[in-house]
């Protein structure tokens, strides 16, 4: 029998005692009637089925002792006496009726046996009444108390609390005519329970029911055998409920075979937290009540077979196989005591033990469980969710359960097996589309492989997948996690930790990341891992060393997904190109380039973005690096040549390397860039371009073995090297020379630094270095041409097709070298110089200063402009600087007479020597007088000033025929046989003298003079060669054979007497004005009749 509540409905519960009794009336009537006939029955043994008459009669004096609210009906009464003396009535069909007809007990039969001494003594006192057939419905109301109706149209009689049931108990065997009764029972008996409180209805059939009275207990037992909906085998259950006479307290015992737990669940509230278990228990129970039907205490032990942990039908169960428990219950504590609990499955094994309390447990179902529970040894690989089954040794649970809804709070869950310690804390409810979780957890530490085996296989399996295949080893500590689930929304998992000495495989076909250390983090789809410090063995080049990197996948649910990884590396420059050389990029190996491209260290940010698949095609791959190398130095990045530099600056995409910064190009300090295309159609084609200095040992660095004083000072120079595979580099170099002196004294050229000019240059870096083109201009200085060295690397030749140099030069020039440690040959090959000009151009002249490696010179000049009418042609000479420009020569004047000549330095110019042993040729080649014949010249040209000379010629033996002027002159003084001679043989002349002044556009005649034995003639005065001007003036002495006795009382060349004159006008139209007085005059005299004569400023 089940406790209700303490509630009593007023009049109700009278009526009810009322209809008890009457009951027991009726039952007493029923044995005085068969007294009558008992000592007959006794001897037939032949039932007896009393008349109509005495069971009305029967029934009327039970109804008279009735209260008049109840009556009883009896269909039939039948009398047996067995053979032991004992007489026993059966009563058919008995109804106990309420005022208003309806029935409130329907029996099919009961039987009753009367005790023999009583019978013997004349007493007829029932010992044992059995029911059968009976149909029993009790219902549990909302409020505790309990209806019982017997028989299928029985009405309801109210229990309201356990002490009226005992008490009516009680009431009952203290009746004299009940006072032997020793057993009531039920056979056949139908129950149906229907709990309005837990909201459920179970129907028992084949129940049996004993109540047994004795002196000093009374005892109630049923059993039962509960029906399965489902058509299965029905559970069993047996219940005993003792009191003790005198005592209100009573004893619960039960045993239940294959009882659901949801039904034990809803017997009695301390087990009401069975109810979300789906399995059938088996075990017993004992429970002691007070005398108010409250517990007092409370065991079970109970064991089950194949079952699962599902509070919701919607609710994915966690199954077991065996599962066992056994318990107490302390109501003053509200507290369940779990001595033992069991659970064996392929998903979960557990032995574990613990407490909790149920507040709220005494006044009906409890508000929620409040447990602690202490793990012996838990292991779990549910339906192959873990790798491998996970075991911890010891551990505890804290944990609030609400059964309706339901909904579990985890505080604390600790897991503890070999040192790793795994703390938890979360909640689960079950709700109507399924579970909904949410769970936190911390690990101290685990490997990778373990944790792997703690993680769900079905829980984001994808991320799972990955970290399975890619991250090896290593030890993680500090892990944290967490976990949602919810019936509308996909799982989510958190997971973050931190490792070392782990190994981290980013590609497949890339080395991995080795003993590193970090720590990473797992939200829903994205997957995050920083490496703090760790390295990586490419094939070449030494360890890398990897800090502060970032491993990260947006989203690991994508096929393929996606990867972004950021490494920081410190190592050589070989290891990090041969990093870059492996599968699938093999970008160096494309290019046709090797990884050995140079020393140093390099600290490189490597940016990779990459589909997470078996095999990646390089076009798939989006990449970026960069960093610095430092220390740097190669003799491959340009084959031959040495780079160094304290800092350069890396960068590589897909499309190719460029490595940045200042160095120096052997001696030659450059700010550039090294650019390497990758791919195979690039044909591996790569480039080094940027600003260099020109300095002289830029020169040396190529060994051009430049005259010293040619380069002095710096300027910025823009280059650019192309390198393809298979080919030499080649090498193109522009500069503006700003800053740079240059000078070639050889030509007497030279560029200021502070003025600007122009160097173009491209080359072929091969052994040896060719220069295919060599502009250069600069200093009045324009030079096109090329530059060969030898297969030693010394200078073979720097040729010049066409050097122009402030319009005085403009001719082939090449600076031929002559071997270590030889000055170069300066070469000219046909052009012209203009020395007219030559002043003008403020350029320097030829001379130089002596100062420096003397050079040879060798000239071989098309021509030679002397001034605007007299040029010299086909010059041919050999020069040499050493102490100057000097040397000596030969050439045609305007093309026609020979000469011979000789320079040497002076004041900083060049100082000439003309002979010729054509005298009258040269004179009449340069237009002074065109029939001039032999003779010898002797020519001294001496600098004056910047641009002039000072000279003096010597002629002997010459002659001179058809002269104008001279014929004007001879005319004019009527010397008719001079004129004869000058027009036939022509006039000799012994020798001539001459001094003059050279200045640009003009010639002074300082004094001049020719004697023959016919004549002498003197000179003086000026030629513009601008305007071709003429404004002379002399003397002529005819018969100079006697007449030049006076010569020694007047100047060379003029006789005692003779004639003044003078030529002005213009060169092709000269006037002649002849004074015939200055004959009478002494040629000492003379000077009275002259004009000054005009000369240069």
Known sequence: MTVGGDQQEPGRSGRSRRGRVSLWLLLSLALLAGVAGFATLALTGRPLPLPVWAVSEA??????????????????????????????????????????????????????????????????????????????????????????????????????????????????????????LA??????????????????????????????????????????????????????????????????????????DQVAASDIAAQAAPVAWLEVLDTALSGGFSAALDGEGRLTRFEATLDSGEGALQPRPETKPIAFDRAGMAFSYDPARERLNLTRLEVQGRSLRLSAQGHAYLPGVSEGLPREILAQIRFEDASADPDGL?????????????????????????????????????????????????????????????????????????LVPKTRSWLAENVQEGRLFEVEAGLRTSPDAETRLSLGYEFRDGDVRYLKTLPPIEKGSGYAVIEDRRYLMVLEEGRVTPPTGGPIRVTRSVFEVPDVSQRPARARISLNSESGVTAALSLLDQPPFRFLEKAGRSVDLGEGRAVMETVLDLPLK????????????????????????????????????????????????????????????????????????????????????????????????????????RFRIEMAKGAEPRLTLSSDLDGLRMGLAAIGWSKPAGRSGRLELAATLGKPVTVEKLVLEGGGLSATGRVTLRADGGLDAVRFDRVRLNGWLDAPVTLAGRGTGQPIEVQVRGGSVDLTRLGAAGGGGAGGSGGGTPLPILVALDRLQVTSGIALTDVEGRFGTRGGFNGGFRGRVNGRAAVEGTVVPMNGRSAVRLRSRDAGGVIASA????????????????????????????????????????????????????????????????????????????????????????????????????????????????????????????????????????????????????????ILTPGMFREIFRRPVPVLP
């Open 614 to 717: 078996q095999k990646v095609r390089p076009d798939e791959v989006d990449f970026s690096v960069r960093g610095t190398i430092s220390d740097f130095r190669s003799e491959t990045l340009v084959p031959g040549r040495t780079i160094t530099a304290p800092s350069l600056a890396l960068e590589a995409m897909p499309e190719g390397l460029r490595v940045s910064g200042a160095g120096r190009f052997g001696r030659v300090p450059f700010d550039g860039a090294y650019r390497l295309a990758f791919g195979p159609e690039t044909g591996g084609r790569a480039t080094v371009e940027g600003t260099a200095t020109l300095t002289p040992p830029a020169a040396e660095e190529f060994n051009l073995n430049l005259p010293p004083g040619t380069l002095e000072g710096a300027a910025p120079g």
């Open 183 to 256: 057993r009531i029972e039920a056979e056949g008996t139908t129950l149906t329970l229907d709990d309005r409180r837990a909201g459920r209805t179970w129907q028992a059939g084949d129940g049996r029911l004993a109540l047994v009275n004795r002196p000093d207990r009374r005892a109630l037992e049923l059993g039962l055998s509960l029906l399965d909906p489902g058509g299965g085998a029905p559970a069993q259950a047996v219940m005993t409920f003792v009191t003790t006479p005198g005592s209100p307290e009573a004893r619960i015992s039960a045993t239940v």
């Open 927 to 1078: 237009g002074i007088f065109p029939d001039a014949r032999g003779g010898d010249l002797d020519l001294h040209l001496v600098p004056e000033g910047r641009e002039g000379y000072r000279g003096r010629a010597v002629v002997s033996n010459f002659r001179v025929t058809n002269a104008p002027v001279l014929a004007a002159l001879l005319n004019a003084v009527s010397v008719v046989g001079l004129l004869e001679q000058l027009n036939g043989d022509g006039l000799l002349f012994a020798e001539g003298d001459a001094e003059f002044r050279i200045q640009p556009g003009a010639v002074e005649i300082s004094q001049a003079s020719a004697v023959g034995a016919s004549m002498g003639v003197t000179l003086a005065g000026l030629y513009r060669a601008g305007d071709r001007r003429l404004d002379l003036q002399g003397v002529i002495s005819p018969i100079y054979l006697l007449n030049g006795i006076g010569s020694l009382l007047t100047r060379r060349g003029e006789g005692l007497f003779g004639f003044n004159y003078s030529v002005t006008g213009s060169a092709d139209r000269p006037a002649v004005t002849v004074n015939p007085l200055s």
């Open 59 to 180: 029934e009327a004096r039970i109804n008279r002792a009735l209260s008049p609210a109840l009556s009883v009906s009896v269909g039939g009464i039948v009398l047996t006496v067995e053979p032991n003396w004992i007489p026993r009535l059966r009563l058919d069909d008995v109804r106990l009726l309420q005022a208003d007809g309806r029935v409130l007990v329907s029996l099919p039969e009961a039987r009753v046996a009367f005790d023999r001494g009583a019978a013997l003594r004349g007493a007829l006192h029932p010992k044992v009444i059995t029911l059968s057939g009976a149909r029993i419905a009790l219902r549990r109301m909302r409020d505790g108390r309990f209806d019982l109706a017997m028989g299928e149209q029985g009405g309801g009689l109210r229990i309201a609390s356990y002490a009226e049931a005992r008490e009516a108990v009680d009431r009952m065997f203290a009746l004299p005519l009940l006072a032997d």
């Open 386 to 458: 873990f790798e491998t089954p996970v075991h911890f040794s010891e551990g505890a649970l804290d944990l609030r359960m609400r059964l309706d809804p339901f909904r579990v709070e985890i505080g604390q869950l600790a897991l503890v097996e070999q040192g790793r310690r795994l703390i938890g804390r979360g909640r689960a409810s079950a709700e109507e589309g399924g579970w909904r979780v949410a769970f936190d957890l911390g690990l101290n530490e685990i490997s990778h492989s373990d944790l792997l085996a703690l993680w769900p296989l079905a």
